[in-house]
């Protein structure tokens, strides 16, 4: 009797968006591995138009969506809060319908934000939301939408997002220490600075482990929320604290005096939690997934 050999699953095909943002940028080259990835930015979709993200999805008809793109202006979604909601709500609640039409899984990146940083144990992602500003408020809203509409989805919180490209903490204080005798950081606002590369990894990581056939026979469901940062914890002056030593031999970059100082000495259109810790137990339960300690990937990334 003559076998004949099984052909092997078609590659899916992965719809990207935000592929110019420090997410999206590192995504677009760990998802390569798990199938044909179709990248696409803020000129390829605005995600402020809901007909054009509903038809683009519709004709690209993706089996994996994963949005890290999201508006991210925390103090200017105060005066914009109509585009906020666009973008992180009804945007990704478009996703996740057209993902229940297809068939095909969402991946969705959220924040610290949606609580309201009370204490200083860390949140568990069945906590109560309470967020304190429009850009919080509009992630929250997102997060329930892609609930409501019932299709296979992971969403990943995650805090202090930084990289290498774009715009984050990192390179700002990088480029205010050459400028600057003097900064003043705030340091009663507590979290994990969380490198967009290993964020990226650990996406890529999941998805494979839910394509895999053993695991899809052994292991109930995943879908839900997961917290999912860098581990260990530290203050802003404590972040650029680490930045500016890891800096100490480059000659260009002046050894800037780095004062501390309380939220309220640094007012701002829109109010931080003091609290962003995110426990990322589940994600290891779930997963087997630990990201590094901070201070290792902040190397790695200034390596």
Request: hydrophobic share 40%; proline share 7%; aromatic share 6%.
């Amino acid at each position: 009797m003559t076998t004949v050999p099984r052909s092997p699953l078609p590659a899916p095909r992965i719809l990207l968006t935000g592929a110019r943002g420090q997410v999206g940028w590192e995504l677009r080259r760990t998802l390569s591995c798990l199938g044909e990835v179709v990248a696409l930015d803020s000129r390829s979709m605005n995600l402020a138009d809901a007909d054009a993200v509903r038809q683009t999805v519709h004709e690209m008809a993706p089996n994996i969506i994963v949005n890290p793109a999201a508006y991210t202006a925390v103090d200017k979604a105060e005066s914009e809060p109509e585009l906020a909601h666009a973008v992180n709500t009804v945007a990704p609640g478009i996703l996740a319908e057209e993902a229940g039409r297809l068939g095909a899984l969402l991946v969705h990146y959220s924040t610290d934000y949606v609580f309201n940083g009370t204490g200083s144990t860390p949140w568990k992602e069945d906590d109560a939301c309470d967020p304190l500003n429009v850009y919080g408020a509009t992630k929250l809203a997102g997060e329930r939408a892609i609930q409501a509409a019932g299709c296979r989805h992971l969403i990943f919180r995650t805090s202090w997002v930084y990289g290498a490209r774009g715009s984050n903490f990192l390179l700002t204080m990088r480029r205010l220490m050459r400028e600057r005798p003097e900064l003043k950081i705030v340091a009663d606002q507590i979290g994990a600075p969380t490198w967009c590369r290993d964020l990226a990894e650990a996406t890529a990581q999941a998805l494979s482990q839910i394509a895999s056939p053993m695991l899809a026979a052994n292991q109930a469901e995943p879908w839900g929320i997961y917290h999912m940062t860098n581990a260990g914890e530290t203050s802003w002056h404590g972040f650029a604290e680490a930045i500016q030593a890891m800096d100490e031999f480059d000659e260009t970059c002046a050894p800037a005096h780095l004062r501390p100082i309380p939220s309220s000495d640094y007012p701002t259109p829109a109010k931080r939690p003091l609290n962003s810790r995110l426990n990322n137990d589940k994600l290891k339960q779930t997963f087997g997934i630990s990201l590094q300690d901070w201070h290792a990937a902040l190397a790695l990334c200034l390596g």
